[in-house]
């Protein structure tokens, strides 16, 4: 491999790096963009994580965080990570430690879209629940949220 091209994949790696993290996925797919392939991407890839400079697990927390700070919830963040070929990563843990309070971001998220009024109907339940799914949330986050928003009942 000719030293400039070698030069020229390190430093468009770097320039992105620079500006934020960024899995190994998703660069190899960048320079694959800018007509790099092959061998040397992924000795120059390997460089970058050997000195530390590329890392899938500091870009898969970033990133989550980010999408934490959006109110999207563990079952999305766990999807766009493998989207962004984030794997040998225990993303379930991974997850879990990151942030530890789901319930309140649910809670945040839903009265956020629907404010603090119950779902009065049965369709109105299923759309916020859909709703809240497609953020990520797990039905058990669901009906525990709407377990406590239920006024108890008394005799």
Avoid at 19 to 41: C, N, P
Avoid at 57 to 69: L, V
Wanted: net charge positive; proline share 4%; aromatic share 10%.
């Amino acid at each position: 491999m000719a030293a400039s091209q070698r030069d020229a994949i390190r430093s468009f790696c770097l320039r992105s790096l620079s500006r934020r993290e960024h899995g190994r996925f998703e660069l190899k797919e960048r320079l694959r963009g800018q007509g790099y392939s092959g061998r040397e991407v992924d000795e120059v890839l390997d460089e970058l994580v050997a000195k530390g400079w590329q890392s899938d697990e500091r870009f898969a927390r970033e990133y989550s965080r980010m999408r934490i700070r959006k109110g999207n919830g563990p079952l999305r963040i766990r999807h766009e990570l493998r989207e962004r070929g984030i794997e040998d990563v225990p993303l379930d843990d991974f997850i879990q430690d990151l942030y530890s309070d789901w319930d309140e971001l649910i809670e945040h998220v839903h009265r956020k879209r629907f404010g603090d009024a119950l779902p009065d109907t049965y369709q109105e339940r299923a759309k916020r629940s859909c709703f809240l799914q497609y953020r990520g949330f797990t039905p058990e986050q669901i009906r525990t949220l709407f377990a406590r928003m239920t006024p108890s009942r008394r005799p």
